[in-house]
């Protein structure tokens, strides 16, 4: 029997859905296994429930609710044309109703911000200068740079912004998916508070420049940002946008902290299991997934595709890896909150350093 059957992580793989959901759609009754073992209570599932398997990872990327999909399913096994057609334009004409609904909200959402004022110094006379030490700067730029967008429809957030309040100098890059933050110590400034994005390729020119030990001048003038250092200059213009507000999304829910190895966590994310079968779209790019969540004894565990724990958040694996680099510490912190809030990534000597991460939802 075996040998004319799909195993759940054959089906999985050919279905495009998770040998999680497979689980759950099994105990739901959605798609229900043809054998299952009575010994080991593997799954296993016929050739004929492959189209189905593919059908429903479809209908959930289309976001019908899982009661029509069952009604869908039901219909297409009996070839029941009409109830299947009559579901699927009931689920289109919701889809386009919301995506109405969705415009108008957006229509007065952009009245809302064209009549807001502009609180921000204006950039045409914007003067402030001050001087941070190489090494600080160098490594506060390395802390965030993975970070930054590459979306071209995003302008706003190709660059690092460079917050100057006093003599705090903090660099903040964010793509939506993931943001990192660093602080460098400064002196002089005392002029108003000015928040500017510098492009990535003049944050890199710059970042050449940082080599050296000894103190960098930085300038705003009006659109122009400037860095002088011992081996050159690197100027250039800001971009004319503004950041979103990084101190309301770095305020993360309580939750576990865990202090881990860096170098044996990353070899255990980069080595350990991904989910199959549950790749999503960040950034316009495909993307693998692992899956953490916190041990009793307060370990971080890289799940495998068979724990269904609750408590497990799924990250980007290659953004994970990034920020674990970035951390640029032995040992790091990782704070976790709801599965569905961020991840944090500390440094446990600098709380003022740190990167945040989306997470992923796991759909079923």
């Given at each position: 029997?075996?040998?004319?059957?799909r195993?759940?992580?054959?089906?999985?793989?050919?279905?495009?859905?998770?040998v999680?959901?497979?689980?759950?759609?099994?105990?739901?009754?959605?798609?229900?296994?043809?054998?299952?073992?009575?010994?080991?209570?593997y799954?296993?599932?016929?050739?004929?429930?492959?189209?189905?398997?593919?059908?429903?990872?479809?209908?959930r990327?289309?976001g019908?609710?899982?009661?029509?999909?069952?009604?869908?399913?039901a219909?297409w096994s009996?070839?029941?044309?009409?109830?299947?057609?009559?579901?699927?334009?009931?689920?289109?004409?919701r889809?386009?109703?919301?995506?109405?609904?969705a415009?108008?909200?957006f229509?007065?959402?952009?009245?809302?911000l064209?009549?807001?004022?502009?609180?921000?110094?204006?950039?045409?006379?914007?003067?402030?200068?001050?001087?941070?030490?190489?090494?600080?700067l160098?490594?506060?730029?390395?802390?965030?740079?993975?970070?930054t967008?590459?979306?071209?429809?995003?302008?706003?957030l190709?660059?690092?912004?460079?917050?100057?309040e006093g003599?705090?100098?903090?660099?903040?890059?964010t793509d939506?998916y993931?943001?990192a933050v660093?602080?460098?110590?400064?002196?002089?400034?005392?002029?108003?508070?000015?928040?500017?994005?510098?492009?990535?390729?003049?944050?890199?020119?710059?970042?050449a420049?940082?080599?050296?030990?000894?103190?960098?001048?930085?300038?705003?003038?009006?659109d122009?940002v400037?860095?002088?250092?011992?081996?050159?200059?690197?100027?250039?213009?800001?971009?004319?946008?503004?950041?979103?507000?990084?101190?309301?999304?770095v305020?993360?829910?309580?939750?576990?902290?865990?202090?881990?190895?860096?170098?044996?966590?990353?070899?255990?994310?980069?080595?350990?299991p991904?989910?199959?079968?549950?790749?999503?779209?960040?950034?316009?790019?495909?993307?693998?997934?692992?899956?953490?969540?916190v041990?009793?004894?307060?370990?971080?565990?890289?799940?495998?595709?068979?724990?269904?724990?609750?408590?497990?958040?799924a990250?980007n694996?290659?953004?994970?890896?990034?920020?674990?680099?970035?951390?640029?510490?032995?040992?790091?912190?990782?704070?976790?909150?709801?599965?569905?809030?961020?991840?944090?990534?500390?440094?446990?000597?600098?709380?003022?350093?740190?990167?945040?991460l989306m997470?992923?939802?796991?759909?079923?």
């Amino acid at each position: 029997m075996e040998s004319e059957m799909r195993s759940i992580g054959e089906m999985a793989r050919d279905s495009g859905l998770g040998v999680s959901a497979l689980r759950f759609y099994d105990r739901t009754g959605v798609l229900v296994p043809a054998w299952v073992d009575p010994v080991s209570g593997y799954r296993w599932y016929s050739p004929a429930q492959l189209e189905e398997a593919r059908l429903l990872a479809r209908l959930r990327r289309a976001g019908m609710p899982l009661a029509d999909i069952r009604l869908v399913l039901a219909g297409w096994s009996s070839a029941d044309k009409d109830l299947v057609m009559e579901l699927l334009r009931a689920h289109l004409r919701r889809l386009e109703l919301e995506l109405s609904d969705a415009r108008t909200e957006f229509s007065t959402l952009q009245e809302l911000l064209a009549h807001r004022e502009n609180t921000l110094t204006s950039h045409g006379t914007t003067t402030v200068r001050l001087t941070a030490s190489a090494p600080e700067l160098a490594a506060a730029l390395d802390a965030v740079r993975f970070a930054t967008s590459t979306d071209p429809e995003l302008p706003m957030l190709g660059g690092v912004l460079f917050d100057i309040e006093g003599a705090a100098l903090h660099v903040v890059a964010t793509d939506r998916y993931r943001m990192a933050v660093a602080q460098a110590g400064a002196t002089g400034g005392g002029g108003p508070a000015v928040q500017v994005i510098v492009p990535a390729p003049l944050v890199d020119a710059m970042r050449a420049l940082l080599n050296g030990g000894g103190p960098v001048r930085l300038a705003v003038e009006g659109d122009r940002v400037t860095l002088e250092a011992e081996d050159g200059q690197a100027s250039g213009r800001r971009l004319d946008h503004d950041f979103p507000d990084y101190r309301r999304l770095v305020r993360l829910p309580a939750g576990n902290r865990a202090l881990v190895d860096a170098t044996v966590f990353r070899k255990a994310v980069a080595s350990g299991p991904v989910r199959t079968g549950e790749v999503r779209r960040q950034d316009g790019a495909s993307c693998e997934l692992s899956v953490l969540k916190v041990a009793h004894d307060g370990t971080v565990v890289v799940c495998d595709d068979g724990d269904d724990d609750p408590g497990q958040v799924a990250v980007n694996r290659a953004f994970l890896l990034d920020a674990l680099a970035a951390g640029d510490r032995d040992q790091l912190v990782l704070e976790f909150g709801d599965p569905t809030a961020p991840i944090a990534i500390r440094r446990p000597d600098d709380e003022e350093t740190f990167s945040i991460l989306m997470p992923v939802r796991l759909e079923h």
